[in-house]
């Protein structure tokens, strides 16, 4: 087979440094813009970005030649890099170090989209804490909560 072809759908969710709250409404539409650049740059290309005050989700395909975290690692270093250029606000602004990136199948994109698109009604309901917590545990992933946030 002379062609390398894949479909590899996945969700990423990262917070502001400390959960900062510092994301306003007002740059989040510009942000969601240069998120998906990076990710179209490295052959990733977005399926739906959305952010609320103190965290992003993206919902992204994998690229095949790039791998899971270089592909996070330049999504956040690239928007980080430019976010501190958007005002006094963002001068020290920082992600958190770490992530959750979770894989969704072809069947489930719809229901991740949609999940992505609520998420300021759904964080009237629930932290981001909260939220994160049940991906783990739906993902059935381990982990240290002293680890998890930073």
């Known amino acids: ?8 759908y996945l969700h990423l969710i990262f917070s502001t440094k400390l959960r900062e709250p510092i994301l306003a409404d007002s740059i989040r539409p510009a942000l969601h813009s240069y998120l998906g650049g990076i990710l179209r740059d ?3 290309p977005a399926i739906e970005i959305t952010s609320v005050s103190d965290h992003v989700h993206l919902l ?3 690229s095949r030649t790039h791998s899971i975290s270089a ?3 330049q999504t956040k270093h690239g928007s980080s890099a430019w976010l501190k ?9 920082h992600w958190q170090n770490g992530y959750g990136v979770f894989s969704v199948s072809q069947s ?3 229901e991740v989209r949609e999940y992505i698109q609520n998420q300021k009604a759904h964080h009237q309901k629930t932290t981001f804490q909260d939220e994160y917590r049940a ?3 739906r993902y059935g992933i381990e982990h240290d909560e002293k680890y998890v946030w930073d």
């Open 71 to 73: 592909i996070v690692a």
């Open 42 to 44: 490295l052959d990733s």
């Open 135 to 137: 991906f783990l545990r």
């Open 60 to 62: 992204f395909c994998l």
């Open 108 to 110: 489930g994109v719809d």
């Open 85 to 93: 250029t958007q005002g006094p606000r963002y001068a020290k602004f």
């Open 1 to 8: 087979m002379p062609q390398s072809l894949s479909r590899i």
